[in-house]
C-alpha cells in the first residue's frame, strides 16, 4: 500500500495456451515441457507439464501474478523435464506496454505470441499467451465488497471514465488530456 492507501500492484492474469516448433539441442523435444512466468524474483507461476504436445505443447493454464507497478516485463521461460534434471528452451519478454496500451482499457484480454530464444540468442519456438489486467471488484462495483451478499451495485453507481487523469483537488482527479505531435 502506498502512503494514500492504494495498493502497490495490480494483479495481472497470463494465460499460457501453447508453443510451437521447440527444439532441444536441435531435435524436436518430446514431452515434459512446462513454462514459468516471472513478475519479478519473487513473484512467478507455473503450468503443469505437457506430456502430449512434443514440439507443439498445449497447456490453456491461466496463472495470477502480483504485477507491481515499477515491473516492465513479465519472463515467459520455456522448460522441459529430462533425465538429467530440468533443461530451459527459450524465454521470451512480455512486454507491460503490450498489455497496457494507451487506449486500451484495464480487463480487455490481449492475444499475444513472442519468439522465443534459447541460451545461445537464437531462435527456437514460438509461445503464444494471452493476458489481461484484473479489476479489483470494488473499482468494477465498490458496492460489491459492502452489500451484505456482496452482489450487485447501487444504482447511484457510475463507472469511472477512463483517460489520464489531470487536475488535482483533494485526491480527485478530472479531465483527459489530448496531444497532437508536433514536427519543425
Not at 492507501?5 to 516448433?21: C, M, Q, Y
Amino acid at each position: 500500500m502506498d502512503k494514500q492507501g492504494h495498493k502497490a500492484s495490480r494483479t495481472i492474469e497470463v494465460t499460457v495456451l501453447s508453443a510451437e516448433n521447440l527444439r532441444l539441442d536441435r531435435k524436436s523435444v518430446k514431452k515434459n515441457t512446462y513454462v514459468i512466468a516471472r513478475a519479478g524474483p519473487l513473484n512467478s507461476g507455473s503450468t503443469k507439464a505437457d506430456f502430449e504436445g512434443g514440439s507443439n505443447p498445449s497447456w490453456n493454464e491461466k496463472l495470477t501474478l502480483d504485477l507491481p507497478f515499477q515491473t516492465r516485463f513479465i519472463s515467459l521461460e520455456v522448460k522441459c523435464k529430462t533425465s538429467s534434471g530440468d533443461r530451459v528452451i527459450g524465454t521470451a519478454s512480455l512486454p507491460i506496454s503490450d498489455i497496457l496500451e494507451d487506449y486500451t482499457p484495464e480487463n480487455h484480454l490481449h492475444f499475444l505470441s513472442y519468439r522465443l530464444k534459447d541460451s545461445r540468442g537464437g531462435r527456437n519456438g514460438v509461445i503464444n499467451v494471452s493476458a489481461r489486467v484484473q479489476m479489483p471488484v470494488d473499482s468494477v462495483c465498490p458496492s460489491a465488497t459492502k452489500n451484505p451478499g456482496g452482489y450487485g451495485c447501487s444504482s447511484s453507481w457510475q463507472q469511472p471514465a477512463l483517460g489520464v487523469p489531470v487536475g488535482h483537488q483533494q485526491n480527485y482527479y478530472s479531465g483527459v488530456v489530448t496531444g497532437v505531435p508536433v514536427w519543425s
